[in-house]
């Protein structure tokens, strides 16, 4: 197989696994019911309002704001177009196979598993660096299309987002803090130890991990 191509096919995989478990971890978080990241949130409350399963409010969210990269002229990859087909299907699929956590313990357990997940997932996908998240681009163009930095228009967006979602009726909680706090730490470890070569190309990503998404 030549390099080049198998350097895609890995980046591929990477995809494929990371965004998953990525999907998986955001599943746990929403379980535990202490308080998810700001994009969940509204999609909690979307799915409060509406019937549909949170997983797929997440897709259709994804889908929507691909809507929003058009006037900020972003252009999306297949990481992009696999971010909104997969997270959300995963997520949905794991919330329909997870047993109701009752126990606070296991609940805080799952949480923090959650995280973890999510930051393993990041360090993963991240690492193929083709296309950003819907979210991510969403942040990034403001950024670029404002002139603000970009952790300006990321609290922005998901300041918003966030009463939004909690106006909807979706949880906010000592999850949404502990996620907050802990997911930049915890991406920016698992970049070091799972994708070391692609640290500078993916550091932008994280400066937009929900605190959040992922990313989503």
Known sequence: ?????????VRLARLLVGLPLYG???????????G???WTVLAEGISLRTGLGVGWVTNALGALIL????PLRQRPGIGTVLNVLLVGTCMQITLDLLPSIDHALLRVLALLAGIAL?????GIYLGAALGAGPRDGLMTGL???????????RASVELTVLALGWVLGGTVGVGTIVFALGIGPAVHLAMRLLAPGARESGSRAVESVPAARAAR
Do not use: K, Q
């Not at 809507?67 to 058009?70: D, K, Q, S, T, V």
């Not at 950024?143 to 228009?153: F, L």
């Open 67 to 70: 809507l929003a990269w058009i």
């Open 36 to 38: 998810v990241d700001p």
């Open 143 to 153: 950024s670029r299309r404002t002139g603000w930095p970009v952790w300006r228009s």
């Open 24 to 34: 998986v971890g955001c599943a746990l978080t929403v379980a535990a019911g202490l």
């Open 118 to 122: 999510v930051a393993i997932a990041s």
């Open 1 to 9: 197989m030549p390099p080049a191509r198998h350097t895609l096919t």
